[in-house]
């Protein structure tokens, strides 16, 4: 009835569950989002506008008619 597998610890066991579940299902929607930019910035189907953008990005650079404003390091723009 105590312990790790006991009865009195299902209640922590489904919150547990819930958390990875929850954290699961983010992590796979990042991975989709992931794998279709990876898709537009392959040689037969490359996205100018989406090239362009990581270029900025990674490169820190903005036309001249913007203004770039960076909250926080983003550190999976240069992977």
Same mark, same amino acid.
């Given at each position: 009835?105590?312990? @790790?597998?006991?009865?009195?610890?299902? @209640? #922590?066991?489904?919150? =547990?569950?819930?958390?990875?579940?929850?954290?699961?299902?983010?992590?796979?929607?990042?991975?989709? @989002?992931?794998?279709?930019?990876?898709?537009?910035?392959?040689? =037969?189907?490359?996205?100018?506008?989406?090239?362009?953008?990581?270029?900025?990005?990674?490169?820190?650079?903005?036309?001249? #008619?913007?203004?770039?404003?960076? =909250?926080?390091? @983003?550190?999976?723009? #240069?992977?």
């Amino acid at each position: 009835m105590t312990g @790790d597998k006991g009865l009195f610890s299902q @209640d #922590n066991r489904q919150k =547990d569950l819930m958390v990875a579940e929850n954290k699961l299902e983010k992590l796979k929607s990042e991975r989709q @989002d992931l794998e279709a930019r990876a898709r537009y910035l392959r040689t =037969d189907n490359l996205s100018k506008d989406l090239l362009e953008e990581r270029a900025r990005v990674i490169l820190g650079f903005g036309e001249a #008619n913007e203004y770039v404003i960076r =909250d926080q390091i @983003d550190k999976s723009a #240069n992977s």
